[in-house]
């Protein structure tokens, strides 16, 4: 069964920066998907960034080359690098693993998702 567990969340003023992290245990192969969303009790959940079995990536919109999905295969961890953080960016960011998707042109959607992390808390202030 696999698990996500998320970390590296925390406050951080506006302009700086935050690494999160996506752990992924109970799978034994090395190429799958992780997409970071993230969600706040005002918005609906909106895809962050994706990075694919091939490390493949796409990014939301509003990211503009702030943020930057990667891998470190070895360790089956996944980073989101996110910078120049703004208040607006203030959220619960989850991770989901998807097993069957290589290249991303787009987010993958939830029925492709096999598990979620519990989260992690960026707060983000002026």
């Known amino acids: 069964q696999v698990q996500l567990v998320e970390s590296g969340g925390g406050s951080v003023q506006a302009g700086g920066s935050v690494r999160l992290s996506c752990a992924v245990s109970?799978?034994?192969?090395?190429?799958?998907?992780i997409t970071w969303f993230r969600q706040t009790p005002e918005k609906e959940r909106e895809g962050v960034a994706v990075i694919g079995g091939d490390d493949s990536t796409f990014y939301g919109d509003f990211v503009k080359g702030r943020f930057s999905v990667s891998r470190d295969s070895a360790k089956y961890i996944v980073y989101l690098d996110m910078t120049n953080l703004q208040p607006e960016d203030s959220a619960m960011y989850y991770c989901?693993?998807?097993?069957?998707?290589?290249?991303?042109?787009?987010?993958?959607?939830?029925?492709?998702?096999?598990?979620w992390g519990q989260g992690t808390q960026v707060t983000v202030s002026a």
């Open positions: 109970g799978y034994r192969w090395r190429s799958y998907c």
């Open positions: 989901a693993f998807s097993s069957g998707v290589l290249n991303v042109q787009n987010f993958p959607p939830t029925s492709l998702f096999e598990a």
